[in-house]
């Protein structure tokens, strides 16, 4: 038994080396084999590799290239896709969270800001979405989609629950627009701390120095004054700093600065602190006159309509309750628009009798050239020499004006140009003859109940210079440096005015930061008063 068991195991060994070789020359081929194929690979790698690096590159071209918001708007991109799923998940959660069903809607929040943060990443990659990269976030959000309609919120309910929603944010969006406005008026409205300051020191000046006083009363009669060979600009104002600027600005670009004569009217309360200011500074020689609208003792309320408005406790009442009206523009809620300086432009010719033509500069413009030319420009026997605005802006009389009332429309073309206050010649000659003051207080007397044009001096303006206004060309006077961000450079460059009409003046903080160096350069910063009062 044991001699027939060792002879029956030694074939088997002999069988188990047979195998042994076998697959140890398998192993040999085959790693021959492969080690052809590898080699050959190598090659073709070889060859291949530059157009693979230049088809990436060029892919890496094309990457970045792709916009986001185009990706949007394609119908057939997968982040077109994510944003609507993500617009209606939105409504969802609202419409979940008002059925207390909280785990809904924070599921779905959750499934929102990983959508938001997908887009995000593709923006700042300037890659598009990849199907790999959107197909779960899209699924999910479906299926929680079709969850959130099983949970019977169904179309009806989500456009009713939207609908009331939209109308909740436009009423806060028009809230915070007017509370906004407000806040920008009411910021225009304040004096600042350093003009405050300067104004105390002046006025101390005016009042302990009587020799300032007696060199007032001395200009009064200076015949420079009433002298038409010269040229005469005028100002209504009781801010002391802009109308300096608009002096130094006038008088600094002008090429006889010598005989240019400003006329300054302003308030008995700004009357000292101004006649001190221009007594004590030389604008290159130039004369400056400046008067109390109080002692304008003819303009009383038995001849100014305007006057007799103001004065009325209605009219002062509909200004100040003014916020209430949302009809009235808050641009419009500006002590300004009730102050008789605002309207003295209206009398010119009362206020100077002897003169016959003078240039109307507002408080907030900046004069960059010559501006003696306007008094020899030819206005074709009109009243008032101004730029329009409807080549902007497409203003026109309607926009100011109530043409659903006869008295207008029977009148008055609805799409005339509207031109701009701010830089105005006016011929006095022209202005007696056609005796626009009488016009002017005409249209007064129509609106006592404000149904032809709410607030301000420009609607008048357009009705009693109608037919009597000269287009002048734009480059005299260009708008929007106090609300306009965008107004072209070019354009204010070559202005001989520039308006820094709206809310964001030059002396004020919110002044528009890229405009206010022009304004500045006519402001004499090295004066020791100046100086002082920007300390404090």
């Known amino acids: 038994m044991r001699r027939r068991a060792a002879d029956y195991r030694r074939p088997v060994r002999r069988r188990l080396k047979y195998w042994i070789c076998s697959l140890l020359g398998i192993f040999l081929i085959a790693g021959f084999i492969l080690f052809?194929?590898?080699?050959?690979?190598?090659?073709?790698?070889?060859?291949?590799?530059?157009?693979?690096?230049?088809?990436?590159?060029?892919?890496?071209?094309?990457?970045?290239?792709?916009?986001?918001?185009?990706?949007?708007?394609?119908?057939?991109?997968?982040?077109?896709?994510?944003?609507?799923?993500?617009?209606?998940?939105?409504?969802?959660?609202?419409?979940?969270?008002?059925?207390?069903?909280?785990?809904?809607?924070?599921?779905?929040?959750?499934?929102?800001?990983?959508?938001?943060?997908?887009?995000?990443?593709?923006?700042?990659?300037?890659?598009?979405?990849?199907?790999?990269?959107?197909?779960?976030?899209?699924?999910?959000?479906?299926?929680?989609?079709?969850?959130?309609?099983?949970?019977?919120?169904?179309?009806?309910?989500?456009?009713?629950?939207?609908?009331?929603?939209?109308?909740?944010?436009?009423?806060?969006?028009?809230?915070?627009?007017?509370?906004?406005?407000?806040?920008?008026?009411?910021?225009?409205?304040?004096?600042?701390?350093n003009l405050h300051c300067l104004e105390i020191k002046l006025m101390a000046d005016w009042l302990v120095k009587k020799s300032l006083q007696d060199f007032a009363d001395e200009r009064k009669n200076s015949p420079r004054l009433v002298d038409n060979n010269l040229y005469h600009f005028c100002i209504f104002s009781d801010n002391l700093l802009a109308i300096s600027a608009v002096v130094n600005s006038t008088v600094s670009n002008a090429e006889h600065p010598k005989q240019l004569v400003f006329h300054i009217v302003t308030d008995a309360i700004h009357n000292g602190m101004m006649q001190a200011w221009f007594l004590n500074n030389d604008f290159k020689s130039s004369t400056v006159e400046v008067q109390n609208i109080e002692d304008l003792t003819w303009l009383n309320s038995s001849y100014s309509p305007a006057l007799k408005q103001l004065r009325e406790v209605d009219s002062r009442n509909y200004y100040f309750d003014g916020s209430q009206d949302t009809s009235i523009e808050p641009k419009f809620w500006n002590p300004k628009y009730i102050s008789l300086l605002n309207?003295?432009?209206?009398?010119?010719?009362?206020?100077?009798?002897?003169?016959?033509?003078?240039?109307?500069?507002?408080?907030?413009?900046?004069?960059?050239?010559?501006?003696?030319?306007?008094?020899?420009?030819?206005?074709?026997?009109?009243?008032?020499?101004?730029?329009?605005?409807?080549?902007?802006?497409?203003?026109?009389?309607?926009?100011?004006?109530?043409?659903?009332?006869?008295?207008?429309?029977?009148?008055?073309?609805?799409?005339?140009?509207?031109?701009?206050?701010?830089?105005?010649?006016?011929?006095?000659?022209?202005?007696?003859?056609?005796?626009?003051?009488?016009?002017?207080?005409?249209?007064?007397?129509?609106?006592?109940?404000?149904?032809?044009?709410?607030?301000?001096?420009?609607?008048?303006?357009?009705?009693?210079?109608?037919?009597?206004?000269?287009?002048?060309?734009?480059?005299?006077?260009?708008?929007?440096?106090?609300?306009?961000?965008?107004v072209d450079s070019r354009l204010i460059e070559s202005a001989a005015v520039i308006h820094f009409n709206g809310n964001m003046k030059p002396w004020l903080k919110l002044g528009i930061t890229r405009y206010r160096p022009l304004w500045e350069r006519y402001v004499n910063l090295t004066h020791p008063y100046l100086r002082d009062c920007a300390t404090h």
């Open 36 to 193: 052809v194929v590898h080699h050959h690979h190598d090659q073709e790698d070889h060859v291949e590799q530059p157009i693979l690096e230049r088809e990436s590159r060029n892919e890496e071209v094309v990457r970045e290239h792709v916009n986001l918001t185009q990706e949007i708007s394609s119908a057939n991109s997968y982040a077109r896709q994510l944003a609507e799923q993500m617009t209606l998940a939105k409504a969802y959660v609202v419409i979940a969270k008002e059925h207390k069903n909280l785990h809904l809607a924070w599921e779905l929040s959750s499934k929102i800001r990983s959508c938001q943060f997908l887009l995000s990443k593709a923006a700042m990659k300037e890659e598009p979405i990849s199907l790999n990269e959107a197909e779960p976030i899209i699924q999910s959000l479906s299926s929680l989609i079709f969850k959130a309609q099983d949970a019977h919120y169904d179309i009806a309910t989500t456009m009713m629950t939207m609908k009331s929603h939209v109308q909740a944010l436009e009423e806060r969006a028009n809230a915070a627009s007017v509370q906004s406005m407000m806040f920008g008026q009411l910021t225009a409205e304040s004096l600042p701390k």
């Open 343 to 486: 309207h003295l432009r209206f009398y010119v010719p009362e206020i100077y009798p002897q003169l016959e033509k003078i240039v109307f500069l507002d408080d907030d413009v900046v004069v960059q050239k010559d501006l003696t030319p306007l008094f020899s420009l030819d206005l074709h026997g009109n009243v008032n020499g101004a730029v329009e605005t409807c080549l902007e802006a497409f203003h026109r009389y309607y926009k100011y004006l109530n043409f659903s009332d006869l008295l207008i429309s029977s009148r008055f073309d609805p799409q005339a140009c509207d031109w701009a206050f701010g830089m105005n010649v006016f011929d006095l000659m022209a202005w007696r003859k056609e005796n626009v003051t009488a016009r002017y207080h005409y249209w007064l007397e129509q609106n006592a109940d404000r149904t032809l044009w709410k607030l301000g001096t420009l609607p008048p303006g357009l009705l009693a210079f109608y037919g009597l206004t000269e287009p002048l060309d734009r480059r005299w006077h260009v708008l929007g440096l106090g609300y306009d961000l965008n």
